[in-house]
């Protein structure tokens, strides 16, 4: 069992950034592909990145460019850097932990507004 706990979500302006952060409760932390995923109204969960425990990465099409996925192993922590946010970056993002079984965390919103 993995305990994953997101925070940094909130309101922001478009054009503005926010940090999202995702604490796992594993010893194997290190050894961990980690993920992001969001789910706006309305829509499917998709995902946004995903980080290997090697620290190689991939992005969704609609945010390359403009989020940045990071992990430091010694705090068990992987980040979401946001910048250049738009208004269709609106959801709920998640944090995952892929072990054979993937952990979800309970979701952090980030509504993009003016």
């Known amino acids: 069992q993995v305990l994953l706990v997101e925070s940094g979500g909130g309101l922001v302006q478009p054009g503005g950034s926010l940090r999202l952060s995702c604490a796992a409760s594993?010893?194997?932390?290190?050894?961990?592909?980690m993920g992001w995923y969001r789910q706006g109204a309305g829509k499917q969960r998709e995902l946004v990145a995903h980080?290997?425990?090697?620290?190689?990465?991939i992005y969704a099409d609609s945010v390359k460019g403009r989020f940045t996925i990071s992990r430091d192993n010694a705090k068990n922590t992987v980040y979401l850097q946001m910048n250049s946010l738009k208004p269709e970056d609106t959801a709920v993002y998640y944090c995952?932990?892929?072990?054979?079984?993937?952990?979800w965390g309970q979701g952090t919103q980030v509504t993009v507004s003016s």
């Open positions: 594993t010893t194997s932390f290190s050894l961990v592909t």
């Open positions: 980080i290997t425990s090697s620290g190689s990465t």
């Open positions: 995952s932990a892929h072990l054979g079984s993937v952990y």
